[in-house]
């Protein structure tokens, strides 16, 4: 209840955030910047209560019946989505110096909005409608650059994103035409009919295209490489994650011990089919991710890249349809989230065209800029898994879903093969970054970016670390 | 005690903010601030090992809920041992960078990886649980490649530093999938459970010899055992104090010890042997390609670093003919000389400006205290009674004698070479004619001077601590008649013909190394280190490569083909919903 309050305070915000960027430079963000700041307060306040099961909430009744439900999951991945939109206002506010900057925190805060809504909802209509308007705001943030490529890339994304949408659409009315229910938890009834059981794949393949599985990424590197810098950093750290999340929560209702299904029960009708797809999936992601990033020229295709392997392994995690396979998906989710934001903020202006972030050009940046390349280096090194931070155990728990799901299939244990073979394929271009842009001969000097821009990445970057030493502070809101 | 091995590495981690701050005030404060906290690090780990007593094990806090992981120390004879060692080689080194360094930029960066690496390594050897153990693990490899990068401005560093952190990445990730099965098999990771009788032990036979390979990989990428040791002879692009820690006293000896720790699963009676004999053959290859390699190599690191390689083979070969107890006094007597020889080596390179040993030759009355370390290391290394390096190898080809003829060959070849390359590189760079780059060298500052010394004399009297009581078993681990003999009998062969053909026939040996085909190919072979580089180099542009420009290209950009891949993947659900698969 207090999420959905806290949604709709946003889009309060929103509506005054418009005319008053007019007036002063920062207003507009401090507006948003404090609305996201209540909204992780109430979370926060509201978290110890969700941590016993699934809460389900239906705040309206008639007309818009919508179902909401709040469990430890929705509660991390929303916290992972505010954080990191908050991390973006606050960066944003320093970032834009000139120009219109209104409508941008407008549709940013729309977007959390929705972002909230996905995560939350708990009927596939009321997931539906907030996908949507991810959809369209994350368009809206993606041309708000103006620049040619990023319209370019702007109408890529709308293209292959409304095409997502028909499928999810379809998806949906298959399943309510075989079970006769909307809601979430029925899911698992849907796969009684094999007519329910291709609705259901059709709806895993419709939310494929916004956390971007192979073969549905192609708009990911464009949308990465061309949008504004604060754009691509909330895209990549929340957007993905949050669409991945979309997957989770169609996929949650079948496990066992995922909260739906009484303990001891299996999900009805045979899901070994949609395991087999998940699994399949997940490899391609993860492979064609890695072995893509790995002859980029251009560090944030590089990144976009690399993202797509991310949600490689966590459909990996996904795929096993278990409960530590719902934990290490949120809890990817999580660290790729703070990490890939906080370098696309590190990056910054230096690599806010297409030009700029050419690996060519930005090498030795972070020779002349050392608070720029300790932040560049520790957040790639963060990324490929090096402790002391966060996602060196998302990695083990990954692949602890899979050998935990061993016995039931040998598949999943070829997948765990295939993701460290990637995470191995997957230093090669991370180390080579670092070893270019951190450590690379300067061509020139170059200007060093004011220390409190960098403010918003050190952030994240800290919560990453404190995430790797302190695991258990973290994790004890998952478990 | 305990609380002096939880002290031991978390000195050393909770003191690298505070190196850093002091570091970037002045580079000097810094270094006696990274001094201090090895001292602390020092003192902890011998008050540790001094008041022994039984066994025991300790853990705080759930670290990481989902496997039940709890932070833990485990103290036993083998954890204070290496413990002991490590803090004490780590202290020297910290304080011969103190004059290494000097002047250099970059020292916040040097002395925070250093503490870091310490810290870590410390933890990794207290640790009581495997997770713990590959946290550690990971982190000392980070610590590695960025220290072998630390000199960024050369390019070769940069590379070497790639190189060392996939290759090892790849051994890692091997030891990952291990200790990810044994969590979710056993419900914890805790080394005195899964050791224990219900543990590893209870499992089938296929699968256990399936899981001690994965450590046994994961050993070979950390210890640079072949063919994962490419990294290793690279990484002597980095500082000379990094490469006599890391790169050949303390990390790459990690490997190692995961398998004394492991020891229990290597030898347990249902694999017969069979993982106790992969380990020994690794071992053994890689003592013989190291060795030789060392024998070729013209740059002074990279005869060390191939020494390592060798020297780290006999450890592992030790232990898969089952004598911990010498593989655990190897492991400590060739960090010992080892580190002396990189140590000494830092002060030669120092004095002659470079690192290639054609250009260096009798500097041995210029340098009297560096040649004077240097020869305990190489005498040591050879294994000369009394000094450390003698009782360990001694002990192992005792157990290879034991076991059979053919270890006992490969053995005392593996010996051979070793005193082969030892005086070879004795002779070279400190005797004969002065090289191009002798002009008028001078010893180092007293920071760089003391360190030597103390190892030097560390190697003379360790022998007495270690033969005096069997740590690991109560079995006699001391040397045979036998081994005496023989490994006398090649010391002192190798010694002749490394005179003969390195001093005072250089020049004609090496007229004879040009005139025959067959010597002059061997030589390349030995100095390109068999070819590995080449065939990696192969694999990856001839398949990895091409595979990877093949992939990227499915990224057209075009939104046709974008649209005709998203149909595609409906038309593939379709048609298995056809088929009925779905």
């Known amino acids: 209840m207090e999420i959905l309050f806290a949604g709709g305070f946003l889009s309060l915000a929103a509506d005054l955030a418009g005319p008053s960027a007019f007036l002063k430079r920062y207003a507009a963000g401090l507006v948003v910047a404090a609305a996201l700041a209540l909204s992780i307060a109430v979370l926060l306040s509201d978290w110890p209560s969700v941590l016993g099961g699934i809460v389900q909430l239906q705040p309206v009744k008639e007309p818009f019946a919508s179902v909401y439900v709040v469990d430890r999951y929705t509660t991390f991945t929303a916290f992972t989505a505010l954080v990191v939109g908050f991390a973006v206002v606050a960066y944003s506010t320093l970032y834009f110096e000139s120009g219109r900057r209104g409508p941008f925190y407008a549709l940013l805060s729309i977007m959390m909005c929705t972002l909230v809504g996905v995560v939350s909802a708990g009927d596939l209509l009321t997931l539906f409608l907030f996908w949507e308007g991810m959809t369209v705001s994350a368009y809206g943030l993606v041309t708000f650059g103006r620049g040619q490529l990023s319209m370019e890339a702007g109408i890529k994304y709308f293209f292959m994103a409304g095409i997502g949408s028909l499928l999810v659409l379809y998806g949906i009315a298959a399943v309510y035409f075989s079970t006769g229910s909307i809601l979430i938890g029925s899911i698992g009834l849907s796969l009684t009919t094999s007519f329910g059981q291709l609705g259901f794949a059709v709806l895993l393949l419709g939310l494929g295209v916004e956390a971007a599985v192979v073969p549905l990424h192609t708009w990911l590197p464009d949308v990465y490489s061309a949008s504004p810098i604060p754009t691509a950093s909330v895209v990549s750290g929340a957007v993905t994650g949050v669409a991945v999340f979309g997957i989770l929560k169609v996929v949650q209702p079948l496990v066992p011990g995922g909260g739906y299904l009484p303990p001891g029960l299996q999900p009805v009708g045979g899901t070994g089919a949609i395991e087999l797809i998940l699994a399949a999936l997940a490899l391609l992601s993860m492979t064609v991710g890695n072995l893509s990033a790995l002859v980029q020229g251009n560090v944030r295709r590089m990144l976009s890249f690399s993202s797509v392997a991310q949600t490689g392994y966590m459909l990996a995690a996904l795929s096993t349809m278990s409960a530590p396979g719902l934990v290490a998906a949120v809890f990817t989710i999580w660290n790729h989230g703070l990490l890939k934001s906080n370098l696309f903020m590190a990056i910054g202006k230096r690599g806010s065209t297409v030009e700029g972030s050419q690996l060519d050009s930005l090498k030795g940046a972070g020779r002349s800029d050392r608070m720029f390349g300790f932040l560049f280096g520790s957040s790639s090194l963060a990324l490929m898994g090096a402790p002391p931070f966060g996602m060196f155990w998302s990695e083990i728990l990954v692949i602890q879903a899979l050998l935990f799901a061993g016995p039931a299939g040998t598949v999943f244990y070829l997948l765990a093969a295939a993701v460290v073979i990637n995470i191995v394929l997957s230093t090669g271009y991370y180390f080579r970054v670092v070893n270019t842009v951190v450590f690379g001969e300067t061509s020139g000097s170059r200007e060093a970016v004011p220390r409190i821009d960098l403010l918003p990445s050190i952030s994240l970057l800290a919560l990453s670390l404190v995430t790797g030493i302190a695991p258990f502070v973290i994790l004890g809101w998952v478990l | ?582």
């Open chain 2, 1 to 582: 005690m305990i609380i002096a091995a939880w002290l031991s590495w978390l000195l050393p981690l909770l003191g690298v903010p505070l190196v850093v701050l002091a570091a970037r005030h002045s580079g000097r404060l810094g270094g006696w601030l990274a001094v201090a906290l090895s001292g602390g690090s020092v003192a902890a780990a011998f008050y540790a090992a001094l008041t022994l007593g039984a066994s025991t094990t300790e853990g705080y806090t759930l670290w990481f809920p989902p496997l039940s992981v709890t932070l833990q120390v485990e103290v036993d004879q083998l954890s204070v041992l290496v413990g002991a060692f490590v803090s004490f080689v780590s202290l020297l080194v910290v304080v011969y960078s103190l004059g290494y360094l000097k002047d250099e930029p970059g020292q916040a960066r040097y002395y925070a990886l250093v503490m870091l690496f310490v810290g870590s390594m410390m933890g990794l050897v207290m640790s009581g649980n495997l997770i713990q153990f590959y946290f550690f693990w990971e982190v000392m490899g980070v610590c590695s490649a960025l220290l072998i990068a630390f000199w960024s401005d050369r390019p070769a560093a940069r590379r070497a530093g790639l190189k060392a952190f996939v290759v090892t990445r790849l051994g890692d990730s091997s030891l990952l999938v291990a200790v990810v099965f044994v969590a979710v098999t056993f419900g914890t990771t805790s080394f005195s459970t899964i050791l224990g009788p219900g543990g590893i032990a209870s499992l089938g036979t296929g699968t256990i010899f399936v899981l001690g390979l994965l450590m046994f990989i994961g050993s070979m990428g950390k210890s640079a055992q072949v063919p994962l040791h490419v990294w290793l002879p690279d990484a002597m692009e980095g500082p000379t104090t990094v490469s006599a820690l890391i790169h050949a006293a303390t990390m790459v000896n990690a490997g190692v010890f995961l398998m004394l720790r492991m020891y229990p699963m290597i030898a347990l009676p249902q694999l017969s042997g069979s993982l106790a004999d992969v380990i020994l053959a690794v071992g053994a290859l890689s003592a013989l390609v190291g060795g030789a390699c060392a024998l070729a190599a013209d740059d002074i690191k990279r005869v060390l670093a191939y020494s390592t390689i060798s020297q780290l083979g006999l450890m592992f070969a030790a232990i898969g003919l089952g004598n911990l107890t010498a593989a655990a006094y190897q492991m400590v007597s060739q960090g010992l000389f080892k580190a002396l020889a990189f140590l000494a080596a830092g002060s030669v390179i120092t004095a002659l400006g470079t690192r290639e040993i054609d250009k260096m030759g009798g500097i041995a009355k210029l340098l009297k205290f560096t040649y004077a370390g240097f020869t305990v290391s190489i005498l040591a290394m050879a294994g000369l009674p009394p000094l450390v390096g003698f009782w360990s190898k001694d002990a192992i080809l005792s157990s290879a004698i034991s076991a059979g003829l053919f270890p006992t060959l490969v053995l005392l070849a593996a010996f051979a070479l070793t005193s082969l390359y030892g005086f070879r590189l004795l002779f070279r760079v400190f005797h004969g004619h002065p090289g191009e780059a002798v002009k008028s060298p001078s010893e180092p500052p007293l920071s760089m001077l003391v360190p030597i010394g103390a190892l030097s004399v560390s190697i003379l009297v360790a022998w007495y601590l270690i033969q005096a009581q069997p740590l690991l078993s109560s079995e006699s681990w001391l040397p045979g008649p036998y081994a005496l003999a023989s490994s006398l009998s090649v010391i002192g062969a190798s010694l002749a013909v490394a005179y003969f053909v390195y001093l005072s026939g250089y020049q004609r040996s090496a007229a004879l190394i040009r005139s025959s085909r067959g010597l002059t190919s061997l030589r390349d072979l030995f100095h390109d280190g068999f070819g590995f580089d080449k065939v990696y180099g192969k694999a990856y542009d001839g398949a990895l490569g091409p595979l990877a420009s093949a992939v990227s290209r499915l990224q057209t950009g075009l939104v046709e083909a974008n649209t005709a891949l998203l149909l595609l993947a409906v038309g593939v659900l379709f048609v298995l919903f056809a088929v009925g698969v779905l």
